[in-house]
């Protein structure tokens, strides 16, 4: 990726606020402007002063001025921090919107190859977290570095010999701040080191914890964990008090302006080549020169921060986006799915090659094959969810790829045996299948799948919020509330990917007898390990390291395929319904 | 701030508290040393006006600096150590004070969700914590000693210009009052648009099919939208009324120094001081707004250092349990609950439950999802204590038992298999720690774990590194093979577990026969088939035991036993 430094990058992202920035830039301009000039009115009090003017109105105008101009200060400060602020807040909403249409668009694989809780660490509080940086960036780092360039013109124009004396601290600064540097790759690597070593030692220990107390084990682990969390503070302290000398030399001298200003600033009087109101004045402007820098200086940290946590949201709005045109090219018209040499891999591995399949409109599929043979991968390409490496999927005669996600969605449901359910009520979560849907739409559609009077038994009903906490629906249940969302959504095409693996008996049948029902016209295909339920499809797709191996009926595949006859024979050993035999 | 500084103390130990006390007293010396700038200027200047001045006088207000600077140096060196040291021992004694408190914490506690949580704690959370646990106290305090230690040495120079410079001071903290309630009166709704946001966001990452299957992107996704275009407004709210109080605190500085240059000037004109004294309390006047800028109000930080603070003691705070007590060598495996009723977050979950299971009989539960038949088998191995009644091992309460005691005699082969990061070799060995190679290929043997020597590196193949991927069944028979080297006298068996593939099946079934050979065998059960050779049979619901006994004579009942096994064979013949 082309390298961006943070300000493209927020021009970018700020879109229709960019202008905010540039007047809140002006304005800080002004700000520092009209903070500087008093400093000319504070020479004028010093000068009148020696001068043993004794009329106090004679600085009454100077007092003015002095507190007009910061009067203009602190309004231009407000504008500058306000539309700096409102521009902020407007980036951060853009940008974590294109962040999640971006996810939304992009191949289901590579959104599951990001981790969960980064992805969300990143688009909440990482992204929340450079709102100073964002708002406080522009207006402060612009007037604190104008702030110190204004007033060291300044001091230049009244005396070039002092304004250059009031950077020799500055100088003995740096150099002592560049001295710290040396050693400090060795230190930082070690650093980084422990810090892994102690990250992957606490990862280990919390989460082997049960393993580690089932066996006895906790003295032992405990002691290597201590021993990596001691080690980890460790090397960070010895790193600073190897460089403690230099930083703390950094720190005092380098603000200490005063330190050259006033000596050297006295020799220059005593040899007569300064006025002492000059000199009175150099002294004041030399107080408050550095702090600005230093300020600026403290923010470079969070710009590299902010900088970083920007590149991680600019490599995710970046990521490779499905192939889909804006606008669909034709309309499917049936629900049949024809697949034509489709090869597929994930990274380096193909695990499907060359898959020709015609499945006709409103035809009941069954994909059956060893586990990680390829069978679900067949029916996530069918999905959407990935793109074939090579090869094309059609739906109705319409390659899926000249349709946009949005109309394709509406032809496909796609159902697997973890679905995930939404931090809302139980009804809009299935309304979700259909967002134009009314209560009594919803409510129907429940009772059709049987789960309304489960439903009915919570004790709110509809409203009850499914989230991960808070309710207790059990796995068959959230499975049972989320074939009723499919079957809201009402498409030609549903794809069962071992919906009902993981439910216990008792929800299975019921929902194995409701899914009969619905699916009655549609172009159906169910993947499943018991292969009693599939017996009766219109077709059985025998998968098999990648390839179709075999296709047809049940018993044509019995008479036809040797593989598929093992399979049979193991499931009706395996079989649990043969209690009464 | 005062209130930050104890948040963040009541976080560190006493040792490291000392640490940060003496740094701050340091810091106070800094502070007066700094403000040895005001008699250099003023003894400079003193001899300009009154005609003394020499080369000499140059020297001396030059020693007046760098005295004190030398002095704050040395100051600074210890007081940057001392915070180092405290920042980052006490972010490290947190994190074993975490880890300590684990092994006291019920088994029971610990799920997918709770170890993500403490993971991130004890990883995230302390490391951003010991970067501002280093700083925290300079950060807080300098400015505040600085301003206080200029304006005690402005009263040297002239008590009325002192005076309006506290007085100054005290209206600009008093601002600080007013900023901090304002940030507090917008907290709460702040905090309501951050979990609107976090739990759209969540929803959208975990459930990202779903939003792509069912369109919820792009302009349907309004929840997020309207969570979204919420936040923004409440902090564009929140910080724009802020930012004019803010700016008039600045402009409150300002006038501190407006103020006591115009008091000065009078002074001056008066003839009550004299030109040196004016100059040097107009200087003053800069010095104070410079350090009164830098005090700063460190919102952010102290958002930070609560959130810390809160997270690690969330942790801390999750009740333990006593677990040293007798080492007890089993007899038997007889197990017996004895009125044993349990309950979590409020709700009872074991209801008064009374049963026996005896050593060396193969027992199962049998319930729907939710009625407790897991539960029981945790409470068994005392992954929680129960609040009534007792659970007994041969004859003796678990609680009496040392916790490694009672974890010797049981094995579980749950669904969520966890394997060490190191070699298998090493995985197995965890449980037995002297096995010999003997010992470890006859476990993998047992446990159907050929694979392993077809591995390049054999068994000591580190498992979970780039190359060496095993796929689920074989993790979970490795799991098994450890298992068998541990050689515990009861298994505990949740069947959810065996929901694989026919192939996989097969190979799990025989490993899962090897480990349950000869050992009291308790099973969660989901399947039927399984079932009918056990001695007993518990059906549960809703936290009792509702009918125990033989399949043979459960199915001669009616009851949920009977219904369950009709209901599975309708499911079984299920057909599309």
Same mark, same amino acid.
């Given at each position: 990726?082309?390298?961006?430094?943070?300000?493209?990058?927020?021009?970018?992202?700020?879109?229709?606020?960019?202008?905010?920035?540039?007047?809140?830039?002006?304005?800080?301009?002004?700000?520092?402007?009209?903070?500087?000039?008093?400093?000319?009115?504070?020479?004028?009090?010093?000068?009148?002063?020696?001068?043993?003017?004794?009329?106090?109105?004679?600085?009454?105008?100077?007092?003015?001025?002095?507190?007009?101009?910061?009067?203009?200060?602190?309004?231009?400060?407000?504008?500058?921090?306000?539309?700096?602020?409102?521009?902020?807040?407007?980036?951060?909403?853009?940008?974590?919107?294109?962040?999640?249409?971006?996810?939304?668009?992009?191949?289901?694989?590579?959104?599951?190859?990001?981790?969960?809780?980064?992805?969300?660490?990143?688009?909440?509080?990482?992204?929340?977290?450079?709102?100073?940086?964002?708002?406080?960036?522009?207006?402060?780092?612009?007037?604190?570095?104008?702030?110190?360039?204004?007033?060291?013109?300044?001091?230049?124009?009244?005396?070039?010999?002092?304004?250059?004396?009031?950077?020799?601290?500055?100088?003995?600064?740096?150099?002592?701040?560049?001295?710290?540097?040396?050693?400090?790759?060795?230190?930082?690597?070690?650093?980084?080191?422990?810090?892994?070593?102690?990250?992957?030692?606490?990862?280990?220990?919390?989460?082997?914890?049960?393993?580690?107390?089932?066996?006895?084990?906790?003295?032992?682990?405990?002691?290597?964990?201590?021993?990596?969390?001691?080690?980890?503070?460790?090397?960070?302290?010895?790193?600073?008090?190897?460089?403690?000398?230099?930083?703390?030399?950094?720190?005092?001298?380098?603000?200490?302006?005063?330190?050259?200003?006033?000596?050297?600033?006295?020799?220059?009087?005593?040899?007569?080549?300064?006025?002492?109101?000059?000199?009175?004045?150099?002294?004041?402007?030399?107080?408050?020169?550095?702090?600005?820098?230093?300020?600026?200086?403290?923010?470079?940290?969070?710009?590299?921060?902010?900088?970083?946590?920007?590149?991680?949201?600019?490599?995710?709005?970046?990521?490779?986006?499905?192939?889909?045109?804006?606008?669909?090219?034709?309309?499917?018209?049936?629900?049949?799915?024809?697949?034509?040499?489709?090869?597929?891999?994930?990274?380096?591995?193909?695990?499907?090659?060359?898959?020709?399949?015609?499945?006709?409109?409103?035809?009941?599929?069954?994909?059956?094959?060893?586990?990680?043979?390829?069978?679900?991968?067949?029916?996530?390409?069918?999905?959407?969810?990935?793109?074939?490496?090579?090869?094309?999927?059609?739906?109705?005669?319409?390659?899926?790829?000249?349709?946009?996600?949005?109309?394709?969605?509406?032809?496909?449901?796609?159902?697997?045996?973890?679905?995930?359910?939404?931090?809302?009520?139980?009804?809009?979560?299935?309304?979700?299948?259909?967002?134009?849907?009314?209560?009594?739409?919803?409510?129907?559609?429940?009772?059709?799948?049987?789960?309304?009077?489960?439903?009915?038994?919570?004790?709110?009903?509809?409203?009850?919020?499914?989230?991960?906490?808070?309710?207790?629906?059990?796995?068959?249940?959230?499975?049972?509330?989320?074939?009723?969302?499919?079957?809201?959504?009402?498409?030609?095409?549903?794809?069962?990917?071992?919906?009902?693996?993981?439910?216990?008996?008792?929800?299975?049948?019921?929902?194995?007898?409701?899914?009969?029902?619905?699916?009655?016209?549609?172009?159906?295909?169910?993947?499943?390990?018991?292969?009693?339920?599939?017996?009766?499809?219109?077709?059985?797709?025998?998968?098999?390291?990648?390839?179709?191996?075999?296709?047809?009926?049940?018993?044509?595949?019995?008479?036809?395929?040797?593989?598929?006859?093992?399979?049979?024979?193991?499931?009706?050993?395996?079989?649990?319904?043969?209690?009464?035999? | 701030?005062?209130?930050?500084?104890?948040?963040?103390?009541?976080?560190?130990?006493?040792?490291?508290?000392?640490?940060?006390?003496?740094?701050?007293?340091?810091?106070?010396?800094?502070?007066?040393?700094?403000?040895?700038?005001?008699?250099?200027?003023?003894?400079?200047?003193?001899?300009?006006?009154?005609?003394?001045?020499?080369?000499?006088?140059?020297?001396?207000?030059?020693?007046?600096?760098?005295?004190?600077?030398?002095?704050?140096?040395?100051?600074?060196?210890?007081?940057?150590?001392?915070?180092?040291?405290?920042?980052?021992?006490?972010?490290?004694?947190?994190?074993?004070?975490?880890?300590?408190?684990?092994?006291?914490?019920?088994?029971?506690?610990?799920?997918?969700?709770?170890?993500?949580?403490?993971?991130?704690?004890?990883?995230?959370?302390?490391?951003?914590?010991?970067?501002?646990?280093?700083?925290?106290?300079?950060?807080?305090?300098?400015?505040?000693?600085?301003?206080?230690?200029?304006?005690?040495?402005?009263?040297?120079?002239?008590?009325?210009?002192?005076?309006?410079?506290?007085?100054?001071?005290?209206?600009?903290?008093?601002?600080?009052?007013?900023?901090?309630?304002?940030?507090?009166?917008?907290?709460?709704?702040?905090?309501?648009?951050?979990?609107?946001?976090?739990?759209?966001?969540?929803?959208?990452?975990?459930?990202?099919?779903?939003?792509?299957?069912?369109?919820?992107?792009?302009?349907?996704?309004?929840?997020?939208?309207?969570?979204?275009?919420?936040?923004?407004?409440?902090?564009?709210?929140?910080?724009?009324?802020?930012?004019?109080?803010?700016?008039?605190?600045?402009?409150?500085?300002?006038?501190?120094?407006?103020?006591?240059?115009?008091?000065?000037?009078?002074?001056?004109?008066?003839?009550?001081?004299?030109?040196?004294?004016?100059?040097?309390?107009?200087?003053?006047?800069?010095?104070?707004?410079?350090?009164?800028?830098?005090?700063?109000?460190?919102?952010?930080?102290?958002?930070?250092?609560?959130?810390?603070?809160?997270?690690?003691?969330?942790?801390?705070?999750?009740?333990?349990?006593?677990?040293?007590?007798?080492?007890?060598?089993?007899?038997?495996?007889?197990?017996?609950?004895?009125?044993?009723?349990?309950?979590?977050?409020?709700?009872?979950?074991?209801?008064?439950?009374?049963?026996?299971?005896?050593?060396?009989?193969?027992?199962?539960?049998?319930?729907?999802?939710? &009625? =407790?038949?897991?539960?029981?088998?945790?409470?068994? *191995? #005392?992954?929680?204590?129960?609040?009534?009644?007792? +659970?007994? %091992? @041969?004859?003796?309460?678990?609680?009496?038992?040392?916790?490694?005691?009672?974890?010797?005699?049981?094995?579980?082969?749950?669904?969520?298999?966890?394997?060490?990061?190191?070699?298998?070799?090493?995985?197995?060995?965890?449980?037995?720690?002297?096995?010999?190679?003997?010992?470890?290929?006859?476990?993998?043997?047992?446990?159907?774990?050929?694979?392993?020597?077809?591995?390049?590196?054999?068994?000591?193949?580190?498992?979970?590194?780039?190359?060496?991927?095993? &796929? =689920?069944?074989?993790?979970?028979?490795?799991?098994? *093979? #450890?298992?068998?080297?541990?050689?515990?006298?009861? +298994?505990? %068996? @949740?069947?959810?577990?065996?929901?694989?593939?026919?192939?996989?099946?097969?190979?799990?079934?025989?490993?899962?026969?090897?480990?349950?050979?000869?050992?009291?065998?308790?099973?969660?059960?989901?399947?039927?088939?399984?079932?009918?050779?056990?001695?007993?049979?518990?059906?549960?619901?809703?936290?009792?035991?509702?009918?125990?006994?033989?399949?043979?004579?459960?199915?001669?009942?009616?009851?949920?036993?009977?219904?369950?096994?009709?209901?599975?064979?309708?499911?079984?013949?299920?057909?599309?």
């Amino acid at each position: 990726m082309k390298r961006r430094g943070l300000l493209s990058i927020l021009f970018d992202y700020a879109s229709d606020k960019k202008r905010y920035y540039i007047v809140s830039i002006i304005a800080a301009i002004i700000s520092v402007a009209s903070g500087i000039i008093p400093f000319y009115f504070v020479a004028d009090i010093i000068t009148k002063l020696i001068d043993h003017k004794d009329v106090f109105t004679d600085y009454l105008m100077d007092i003015i001025m002095i507190l007009v101009f910061f009067l203009i200060k602190g309004l231009f400060h407000v504008i500058s921090t306000s539309l700096s602020h409102i521009a902020a807040f407007q980036i951060i909403k853009t940008t974590r919107k294109r962040a999640t249409d971006s996810l939304a668009l992009a191949s289901l694989g590579d959104v599951k190859d990001e981790n969960s809780g980064s992805l969300k660490n990143t688009l909440c509080e990482r992204i929340d977290s450079t709102e100073t940086t964002l708002a406080h960036i522009i207006p402060e780092v612009t007037s604190s570095v104008l702030c110190f360039l204004g007033t060291f013109v300044y001091l230049m124009i009244l005396d070039w010999r002092m304004g250059l004396f009031s950077l020799i601290p500055v100088l003995i600064g740096l150099i002592s701040y560049g001295t710290m540097t040396i050693g400090y790759g060795r230190y930082y690597k070690t650093c980084i080191d422990k810090t892994k070593i102690l990250n992957d030692t606490a990862v280990e220990y919390i989460n082997g914890i049960e393993v580690i107390k089932a066996f006895g084990k906790s003295e032992s682990s405990y002691e290597k964990f201590e021993r990596a969390a001691k080690e980890g503070a460790s090397c960070f302290v010895e790193w600073m008090r190897n460089s403690c000398v230099s930083f703390t030399i950094a720190m005092s001298v380098a603000p200490y302006t005063l330190l050259a200003i006033l000596p050297l600033g006295g020799i220059l009087y005593y040899n007569g080549l300064i006025p002492i109101n000059t000199f009175v004045i150099c002294v004041l402007m030399s107080i408050g020169l550095i702090a600005p820098l230093i300020n600026a200086m403290g923010h470079a940290d969070d710009i590299s921060k902010a900088q970083v946590i920007f590149k991680e949201i600019d490599r995710i709005v970046r990521i490779k986006q499905l192939d889909r045109p804006k606008v669909s090219k034709a309309l499917p018209k049936d629900s049949s799915i024809s697949i034509k040499d489709v090869s597929f891999g994930y990274k380096n591995e193909e695990v499907l090659h060359d898959i020709n399949l015609d499945i006709k409109a409103g035809s009941q599929v069954a994909f059956v094959g060893p586990s990680g043979a390829g069978k679900s991968t067949i029916a996530k390409l069918i999905a959407s969810l990935w793109d074939p490496n090579k090869g094309d999927i059609y739906i109705g005669g319409v390659n899926i790829k000249d349709l946009t996600l949005e109309d394709y969605n509406r032809e496909v449901s796609y159902v697997s045996q973890n679905n995930y359910l939404f931090n809302v009520s139980i009804m809009e979560n299935i309304r979700m299948g259909n967002l134009n849907a009314s209560d009594e739409e919803v409510i129907d559609i429940c009772k059709k799948c049987g789960v309304h009077d489960f439903i009915m038994n919570l004790e709110q009903g509809y409203d009850t919020v499914v989230g991960d906490s808070g309710s207790h629906l059990s796995g068959g249940e959230r499975q049972r509330i989320s074939i009723a969302r499919a079957m809201m959504k009402n498409s030609k095409i549903v794809i069962l990917d071992e919906a009902t693996a993981y439910t216990d008996p008792e929800n299975e049948s019921i929902i194995q007898k409701s899914l009969a029902e619905l699916v009655k016209g549609k172009t159906l295909i169910v993947i499943a390990h018991r292969l009693s339920t599939i017996i009766n499809s219109d077709d059985i797709v025998l998968v098999n390291n990648g390839v179709i191996e075999a296709h047809g009926k049940h018993q044509e595949l019995l008479d036809k395929s040797e593989l598929y006859r093992n399979m049979w024979n193991a499931h009706i050993q395996a079989k649990d319904g043969d209690i009464n035999d | 701030m005062i209130k930050m500084l104890r948040m963040f103390f009541s976080f560190c130990n006493k040792k490291r508290k000392r640490q940060f006390y003496l740094a701050i007293v340091l810091t106070i010396i800094m502070g007066i040393c700094e403000a040895s700038k005001l008699p250099a200027i003023w003894w400079l200047f003193k001899n300009i006006f009154e005609g003394t001045f020499s080369i000499n006088t140059i020297w001396q207000s030059l020693l007046i600096m760098i005295i004190p600077l030398a002095i704050s140096c040395i100051c600074r060196y210890a007081s940057t150590m001392l915070q180092c040291d405290g920042g980052y021992g006490s972010t490290c004694e947190k994190r074993i004070e975490i880890a300590e408190h684990l092994r006291y914490v019920p088994m029971g506690y610990f799920n997918a969700n709770s170890l993500g949580y403490i993971t991130s704690v004890t990883t995230n959370t302390m490391e951003q914590l010991s970067d501002i646990a280093t700083r925290v106290v300079m950060l807080v305090t300098t400015g505040l000693i600085n301003t206080v230690i200029v304006v005690l040495a402005l009263f040297f120079f002239d008590w009325r210009i002192g005076l309006v410079a506290l007085v100054g001071v005290i209206i600009y903290l008093a601002f600080n009052t007013i900023m901090k309630h304002l940030g507090k009166k917008f907290a709460p709704i702040k905090e309501k648009a951050d979990l609107g946001i976090l739990s759209n966001i969540l929803d959208y990452v975990l459930g990202i099919s779903e939003v792509k299957s069912y369109n919820l992107y792009g302009k349907y996704s309004k929840r997020m939208d309207d969570a979204n275009e919420y936040g923004r407004k409440v902090y564009s709210k929140a910080e724009l009324s802020m930012i004019p109080v803010a700016t008039i605190q600045t402009y409150i500085t300002r006038l501190i120094g407006a103020a006591m240059t115009i008091v000065a000037i009078i002074l001056c004109i008066q003839g009550v001081n004299d030109l040196a004294t004016t100059m040097t309390v107009i200087i003053g006047s800069y010095i104070i707004y410079a350090s009164l800028d830098s005090m700063g109000t460190f919102s952010t930080l102290s958002k930070i250092i609560e959130r810390c603070v809160q997270r690690a003691n969330e942790i801390l705070g999750i009740k333990t349990m006593k677990i040293t007590g007798e080492n007890h060598e089993t007899k038997t495996t007889d197990i017996e609950f004895k009125n044993v009723s349990f309950s979590y977050d409020k709700k009872k979950i074991i209801d008064d439950v009374s049963l026996k299971i005896k050593g060396n009989s193969k027992v199962a539960f049998v319930g729907p999802s939710g &009625s =407790g038949k897991t539960t029981i088998c945790h409470l068994m *191995a #005392r992954f929680w204590d129960v609040q009534e009644g007792g +659970v007994f %091992l @041969d004859g003796k309460n678990v609680k009496d038992y040392n916790i490694d005691s009672l974890m010797d005699n049981f094995t579980f082969v749950f669904q969520n298999v966890y394997l060490f990061n190191d070699t298998i070799a090493n995985n197995l060995k965890m449980a037995k720690e002297n096995a010999t190679q003997e010992e470890v290929d006859n476990a993998l043997k047992l446990a159907c774990c050929d694979f392993v020597y077809d591995l390049p590196q054999g068994i000591n193949t580190v498992i979970g590194e780039g190359g060496s991927t095993l &796929s =689920g069944g074989e993790l979970q028979r490795l799991s098994i *093979a #450890r298992a068998i080297l541990k050689d515990s006298k009861i +298994v505990i %068996l @949740d069947e959810a577990t065996a929901n694989v593939d026919p192939e996989n099946e097969e190979k799990l079934m025989n490993a899962i026969d090897a480990l349950t050979k000869n050992k009291t065998v308790i099973m969660i059960a989901h399947r039927l088939k399984t079932v009918r050779d056990c001695d007993n049979i518990f059906v549960i619901d809703e936290g009792k035991v509702v009918q125990s006994g033989k399949h043979d004579e459960l199915m001669k009942q009616e009851g949920i036993y009977k219904r369950f096994v009709l209901d599975r064979k309708d499911a079984v013949s299920w057909k599309i």
